[in-house]
């Protein structure tokens, strides 16, 4: 049984989970019994495939999750609070990346900082203010956080435009330039146009990083400038995101277009 069928199953699986989940705002404050608790999802049971953020103490006394749908789950078990809030409101700092996040519900509002300053070699430092509307009491957290990467990009992708050009298959005799991204194990492999290559992926707000990224050394007269402009990109941190069905990858100057393969 290959990645790519058992990849289907766990994302089709993923997605109907999220799909069933309540759009209520969610909360339980433990000195409230007028909350509704059967309504709160916990954080346990958000899936890994749908968290786009996740953060934590150090000594594992709080915890933040940051969905792809923008659901934002708190739990600080030390103070006892723990809630969701669905609706958020992001802000990004140009040119640097800091991603500020709002949002509240009945009993909470809470501001989170992601900073650009790296902490635990590839993670993001987090600084995160909660406040309990009900008494005005403010409480402060700062950690260690990581992006995990969007879940679509879980898949294999063929070349279809390098630098705004589509690419013809024909120049390509052995065969054409593709990549697979593995999120469970954090891999990249695949054919660049004359060489295999591989890497470890990780990701930062809207850039996904390959690193190091390793290739076979094989000189190919009629490919090798095309695979020379497609391993600058991917060496290069790019910008990337998913529409229909296709993967952009984004440089400042040049840029590839992958294309699902089905």
């Keep these: 049984m290959n990645l790519k069928f058992l990849t289907s199953i766990a994302l089709s699986s993923i997605m109907i989970i999220s799909v069933s989940c309540s ?3 969610k909360a339980i404050d433990k000195d409230n019994s007028q909350v509704n608790t059967e309504e709160y999802s916990p954080l346990e049971n958000i899936p890994n495939y749908a ?5 934590t103490a150090d000594d594992q006394s709080w915890q933040l999750s940051v969905t792809f749908d923008e659901e934002l789950i708190f739990i600080d078990r030390t103070n006892n609070i723990q809630f969701s809030i669905l609706e958020l409101t992001k802000e990004v700092a140009q040119g640097a990346n800091v991603v500020h996040l709002f949002g509240r519900n009945a009993l909470y509002e809470v501001k989170v900082i992601i900073d650009v300053v790296e902490c635990n070699k590839s993670g993001k430092e987090v600084n995160i203010m909660v406040r309990k509307l009900n008494g005005n009491k403010e409480f402060d957290y700062s950690g260690c956080g990581v992006y995990r ?5 879980h898949d294999v992708w063929a070349l279809h435009e390098l630098n705004g050009e589509k690419i013809n298959p024909e120049k390509f005799p052995r065969e054409f330039p593709h990549f697979e991204f593995d999120l469970a194990q954090q891999k990249m492999s695949g054919f660049a146009g004359c ?3 591989n890497g470890n992926i990780r990701f930062d707000y809207n850039k996904i990083i390959i690193e190091p990224l390793i290739s076979t050394r094989m000189y190919c007269s009629e490919t090798s400038d095309i695979e020379n402009e497609i391993l600058k990109i991917l060496r290069s941190n790019p910008v990337y995101k998913i529409k229909d069905s296709h993967l952009y990858l984004e440089i400042p100057g040049g840029s590839i277009i992958l294309r699902k393969v089905d």
């Design 23 to 25: 759009n209520s705002q």
């Design 195 to 197: 060489n295999q290559v």
């Design 51 to 55: 968290v786009d953020f996740t953060a």
């Design 149 to 153: 990467g969007d879940p679509k990009i």
